[in-house]
């Protein structure tokens, strides 16, 4: 039987590891590296890094924490941030990425979910949404939460897996950092809408929001602050799901 | 000894260097090219593949002799080799992803989209199974059965002769993860991502 994942989450900036509230004031804490080792020794089913300072300077460091990680860390390594191209794309799985999540340039470009789907297979593609609720549906935001876009999250999520997206990593924005549990609506709606992989993003604080997650129909749940401060082990989150009867890998 | 790993340009190979360079530390000579001669001359071959089976035959296609080289090596040499994923469904006397293309005719079966039961099963069929061991094979030596291993595909190998099977995982219906036909290894599952486990596989297939 397929066991459902837990995905814990980096972010990294220049080359080190922070953790955003609400995608602003980051707090300093530790080597990529390591962080994604004891992670992967604690039985982490995918390492996710998401590179926050993407756009502009230093941007070569992530290429850098990628491929040291890839050499110490044998579980699935997806990549997320700044990706903007074919080329980007192709860097980072030469510097040892099995995944690469595409935010900005998949709104604005849909050419290159299709494009690098076909070139690198849709295994590697995963399509980032960061939605946030407007009214009776979530609008997406691009730019790692800045700029509105006015595109229906569901809408879009569905023409993402005609381009070949592999997997769909969902963040509710309205729910990240405030360690609330996840916009399990928007997760619903989402995986019930495609035949891809979903993956849960944003707002978990307890163990039970893991479960809500993965009951409300994700097949990965992703995770940052409860890992990274230690608040749980990856290890007692499983413990916490297989309890629950959610098949998990132990 | 010398393990090739075949560079043909199709997909992203770096993490199956990585783990195979991890698992042979000194010991083992770890060669990634696509240079004929130091195939030839290798003592084992891992056949890596990601993408469609269409662009895997394409990319061994558009390097001139390579699949008389393989062939020589597989059928006439009988050395072993190890297909990973698109590597292992190459094996194939034929493909059915984007369109029909011929494989490589070493395990006669065909390779076919999961069936997802209208909807009911998410493709990719991506994430950790459990692999359910039917056949003693050299490559799960000391591995458990009912291991967990990391998958990502939405086709499948469907051989002919079920005996080339050497285990099974259960998605939407027992799905071939792995076969040994003779000195010839594949699995379905990546097992350079497949953490401890995965390494020990790589390993095993090493030391054959």
Request: proline share 2%; with cysteine; aromatic share 6%.
């Amino acid at each position: 039987m397929l066991k459902n994942r837990i995905i814990p989450c980096l972010d990294v900036k220049n080359g080190r590891v922070v953790k955003g509230i609400n995608f602003v004031d980051l707090k300093d804490a530790g080597d990529p590296v390591e962080q994604a080792k004891i992670y992967s020794d604690g039985g982490a089913d995918e390492i996710c890094f998401l590179d926050i300072t993407a756009s502009n300077e230093n941007r070569d460091t992530i290429y850098e924490v990628v491929e040291k990680t890839s050499k110490k860390c044998f579980v699935p390594l997806t990549v997320g941030g700044g990706v903007r191209s074919i080329d980007d794309i192709n860097k980072l799985l030469n510097c040892g990425a099995d995944k690469v999540s595409i935010n900005t340039a998949a709104v604005q470009n849909a050419k290159v979910v299709e494009d690098s789907s076909r070139k690198f297979g849709s295994q590697c593609i995963v399509v980032a949404i960061d939605a946030k609720r407007k009214d009776d549906a979530w609008e997406i935001f691009t730019h790692g939460g800045r700029n509105p876009t006015g595109i229906n999250a569901l809408e879009f999520a569905s023409k993402m897996e005609k381009c070949g997206a592999g997997e769909l990593l969902v963040t509710s924005m309205d729910k990240d950092g405030t360690q609330s549990g996840y916009d399990i609506e928007l997760m619903q709606k989402i995986s019930s809408m495609v035949n891809i992989p979903v993956i849960a993003s944003g707002g978990v604080g307890t163990l039970d929001h893991l479960v809500d997650g993965i009951k409300s129909g994700a097949s990965a749940v992703l995770a940052a602050s409860i890992f990274h401060y230690g608040t749980y082990s990856v290890n007692e989150a499983k413990q916490y799901l297989a309890s629950k009867d959610i098949p998990v890998r132990i | 000894m010398n393990v090739t790993i075949v560079d043909y340009k199709s997909g992203n190979i770096s993490s199956v260097i990585n783990s195979f360079n991890e698992v042979a530390k000194d010991k083992v000579n770890i060669e990634v090219t696509s240079d004929l001669n130091k195939i030839k001359s290798s003592d084992k071959v891992v056949l890596p593949g990601q993408g469609s089976f269409k662009s895997c035959i394409d990319g061994l296609n558009g390097i001139n002799g390579l699949i008389d080289t393989l062939n020589e090596f597989v059928l006439n040499n009988k050395k072993p080799l190890l297909g990973i994923c698109v590597g292992l469904q190459m094996f194939a006397d034929v493909g059915y992803e984007e369109v029909e293309t011929k494989g490589l005719g070493w395990i006669s079966g065909k390779v076919s989209k999961i069936d997802n039961q209208n909807g009911k099963y998410k493709l990719p069929h991506i994430g950790w199974n459990q692999v359910n061991i039917i056949k003693e094979s050299k490559i799960f030596k000391n591995v458990e059965n009912n291991s967990h291993m990391y998958f990502v595909h939405s086709y499948e190998f469907v051989p002919n002769d079920k005996t080339v099977t050497a285990a099974t995982t259960d998605y939407s219906s027992n799905i071939v993860c792995a076969v040994e036909k003779e000195n010839i290894f594949g699995t379905q599952f990546h097992p350079e991502k497949s953490d401890k486990t995965g390494l020990k596989i790589i390993s095993n297939f090493i030391s054959i």
